[in-house]
């Protein structure tokens, strides 16, 4: 175990023994690591901060259930995850995206896929980002998650195994079917778009 | 070739490229929450343990008496033979003197 590792698992054993300044420090170290996930994640119409602290809350509730075979993080990421997922699935409501709900920079995206071969210029990575985002809004929970671990956080099917506690042929059968839906749906912007 | 599966992965890429802004460390007042929802489930895990420890005094109480009972039944059963002895002694001085 490396120092930060080291250092990680004695605030675990401290916070545990009910060391609050130990606590306090945990929460400091954790929450970088659960805002970039719960930001990645994000369901629509919920708070970031509500949702990292509802995460930090489980994570701190469930300490005694930590037991240090994997790293702090790894465990903290599954809960994370988890707790995303979970907020997803409430969602009733998941609206398809129309071409008429495209902003201007993201129609210039489309247009510049049905044109071009070469990659997107950098300009239009945000416009990009959010289309991809509000075309995930469509999506169910599990689809939305590995697409989001597999294609825009880059994350490994091994990586993907650890974080969501899935199979691997689970993982591969779940991104396909994803993939599928995304590029239909991406295929009717393409259609709407022609029209 | 520009087919649907390059396009989809050209915008993948593309939106992977955007580096998110950093994260604002946690309010102080969500970071109360969360120490103190962590201090109401360690109270609630003593309690839950206290709780534990009492349940298994009761058993053992319980224990310890179903034995003594079977212990003594024996006794309990016994029909006592002169437990009137005494008493037919009193009537008889009481009455015939």
């Known amino acids: 175990m490396d120092e930060s590792g080291t250092q990680v698992a004695e605030l675990v054993t401290r916070t545990r023994a009910g060391d609050e300044t130990a606590g306090r420090a945990l929460v400091e170290h954790l929450t970088p690591l659960v805002g970039r996930i719960v930001r990645a994640h994000l369901p629509r119409r919920t708070s970031e901060e509500d949702l990292v602290q509802s995460v930090l809350i489980k994570v701190f509730t469930r300490l005694d259930q930590y037991r240090g075979a994997v790293p702090l993080e790894h465990w903290v990421a599954r809960i994370s995850v988890n707790t995303c997922r979970h907020e997803f699935a409430r969602e009733a409501h998941r609206p398809e995206l129309r071409h008429a709900d495209l902003s201007e920079e993201q129609c210039a995206v489309l247009e510049n896929l049905a044109d071009q071969e070469a990659d997107l210029p950098a ?69 709407e778009r022609a029209t | 070739m520009n087919t649907p599966d390059r396009q989809l992965d050209r915008l993948f890429r593309a939106a992977a490229r955007v580096s998110q802004p950093a994260v604002s460390p946690l309010t102080y007042p969500a970071e109360m929450r969360v120490l103190a929802a962590w201090r109401r489930s360690r109270a609630d895990g003593l309690q839950a343990g206290l709780g534990v420890w009492l349940r298994a005094g009761f058993a053992g109480a319980v224990l310890v008496a179903a034995v003594a009972l079977v212990v003594s039944w024996s006794e309990i059963r016994t029909p006592a033979g002169d437990e009137f002895a005494v008493a037919d002694a009193t009537l008889y001085v009481a009455v015939a003197p």
């Open chain 1, 123 to 191: 300009d239009q990575g945000l416009a990009s980002r959010e289309l991809v985002e509000a075309m995930l809004e469509a999506l169910r929970p599990e689809d939305r998650l590995v697409i989001t671990l597999l294609h825009l956080e880059g994350r490994s099917v091994e990586e993907i195994k650890a974080i969501t506690g899935w199979s691997g042929p689970l993982v591969k059968v779940r991104a396909f079917r994803a993939r599928r839906k995304m590029k239909h749906h991406l295929a009717q912007l393409m259609k």
